[in-house]
């Protein structure tokens, strides 16, 4: 078996340190920007740093960074060399135990020279800018670091040199070498690369161009208690009304404890698949003392599956196979407090509502998960097979949305709207909450009723949704 060092560096990130970037030799403490960002890369999981060094203008540049991509064989970083940022915002992308493609992101979308605008939909980068690409609607800001996964890398490269081209030929108009890093975010994005949008949140990573813009950045750095930043990241930004303000308010103090105690995020599942196992036990009691301990029970463990993905994100070493047995945990659990209610009712035609509400709970995952793999699938074979599907040298990003979906996104930003598309899809923290009471308060027919009507109400407006996307 390998050591832990061997495993560490079979998974770490390769990182393209862009020292062409003239901020990046301004003071800062003993040394200079570059220095700071290599000593920061030091305690994070880097195998390898490689400077590029100024020699040839942005095509220069564009084709170093593909050279490395060609013969890269694990993620590759590249990062300018004029960054300022908080130790824990470099890690929210390079710590990340995927080591996918992602952009490092600020949802400040005040947008300047140095941080282009992106526009952010469903945790991905659909749209990206720089002084020649034009982002209509962004609601967000690039911060200067981007990471192609593996199975990116060759796409980066056939990016990075077509760029070269252009940009010998000037038909990228003014665009200046400190926006290389920035043009290869516009060209992974419209070749059809999926670009997971690293959020910042309140952490700090400006770009600079002068000495006292670099000394007012690393002031600010002080300002923000990255400890606390990462505990409050660790609790889902886009999370469930029901998850984000019945459990997440209290959840997140339990975190800190479990990391003491060592206690896995799959621990915690399986503790959490166990209580709604008793849940199931109570409610099959038909009593209503048996519904409202099951009620009780119930919301117990779905507090802890909230803490399994609390856990993970706060340690950082969520897996893809931990997200299945989450995923699957939730549906069994769901199946047998199913059972156990219809069991400790009297109602004989209790067993064909239940049967009837799981129908719904599959059709509505079928349309949610089957659209969700058939955009990824496209999207792959797209980036692989497919010419670009927008010109690198559009000066402006025309795509359209669907008046549907143009309403949809004016709606969006105000807090109540998207808090009740939220609740109407009936996500797992809803359905848990609509178990609870109504089992508690009236009957497991009543539990049935409302699952049969608030999802089939869930999976029609779920399938117009993806109609209205897939139309677009």
């Known amino acids: 078996m390998p050591d832990s060092s061997t495993i560490r560096e079979s998974t770490a990130t390769s990182v393209v340190l862009l020292a062409t970037t003239p901020a990046g030799r301004l003071s800062c403490g003993d040394g200079t920007l ?29 084709r170093g960074v593909a050279k490395l991509a060609r013969t890269a064989t694990g993620a ?17 992308l390079l710590e990340h135990p995927a080591h996918d493609t992602g952009a490092l992101v600020s949802h400040d979308a005040t947008a300047g020279p140095l941080r282009p605008p992106v526009r952010v939909e469903g945790g991905r980068v659909v749209t990206a800018g720089s002084s020649f690409h034009i982002v209509p609607e962004a609601n967000a800001t690039f911060r200067g670091v981007l990471q192609a996964g593996e199975r ?12 070269a081209e252009l940009a010998d030929t000037g ?35 400006d770009r600079v161009a002068g000495q006292n813009a670099a ?47 060592k206690v896995t995020p799959n621990t915690v599942t399986g503790v959490s698949f166990g209580l709604a196992l ?49 995923g699957m945990s939730d549906r069994f659990k769901e199946l047998i407090v199913y059972i156990g209610l219809a069991f400790g009712s009297a109602d004989p035609a209790i067993w064909h509502l239940a049967a009837a509400a799981m129908i719904v709970l599959v059709v509505r995952h079928a349309i949610q998960y089957s659209y969700a793999g058939a955009a990824a699938d496209a999207a792959r074979v797209g980036a692989a097979w497919a010419r670009p599907p927008r010109s690198l040298q559009e000066s402006a990003d025309t795509r359209s949305a669907t008046g549907v979906l143009k309403l949809a996104q004016r709606l969006e930003r105000q807090a109540v709207v998207r808090w009740l598309k939220k609740i109407v899809v ?17 009957d497991a027919r009543a539990t049935f009723l409302a699952l049969l009507c608030w999802g089939g109400v869930a999976a029609v407006y779920q399938l117009a ?4 996307r897939s139309a677009r």
């Open 34 to 62: 570059l220095d700071r960002l290599g000593d920061q890369l030091a305690t994070l999981p880097v195998r390898e740093v490689q400077l590029l060094t100024p020699g040839g203008g942005l095509g220069a540049d564009l």
């Open 76 to 92: 590759v970083a590249v990062i300018p060399g004029d960054l300022v940022a908080h130790r824990e915002a470099l890690a929210v």
């Open 152 to 163: 990116d890398l060759a796409a980066l490269a056939d990016v990075a040199e077509e760029l």
């Open 171 to 205: 038909k990228l108009g003014p665009v200046t070498p400190v926006e290389a890093v920035d043009l290869l975010l516009v060209g992974l994005v419209r070749t059809g690369v999926a670009v997971r949008a690293a959020a910042i949140g309140p952490l700090h990573a």
């Open 215 to 261: 000394d007012a950045a690393v002031a600010a750095l002080a300002g923000v208690d990255e400890a606390r930043v990462r505990l409050d990241t660790s609790v889902k930004e886009d999370d469930g009304f029901f998850a984000t303000y019945f459990v997440s308010t209290w959840s997140r103090y339990l975190i800190k404890p479990a990391v003491k105690l």
């Open 278 to 326: 008793l849940a199931a036990v109570w409610f099959s009691a038909g009593t209503q003392s048996g519904r409202l301990a099951g009620a009780l029970l119930l919301y117990l463990s779905f507090a802890l599956d909230c803490l399994d993905g609390q856990l993970a994100r706060y340690t950082r070493t969520f897996s893809s196979l931990g997200a299945w047995a989450d």
């Open 426 to 442: 009936l996500p797992i923290g809803e359905r848990t909450a609509l178990i609870a009471v109504t089992a508690a308060v009236w």
């Open 465 to 468: 949704g993806r109609m209205a």
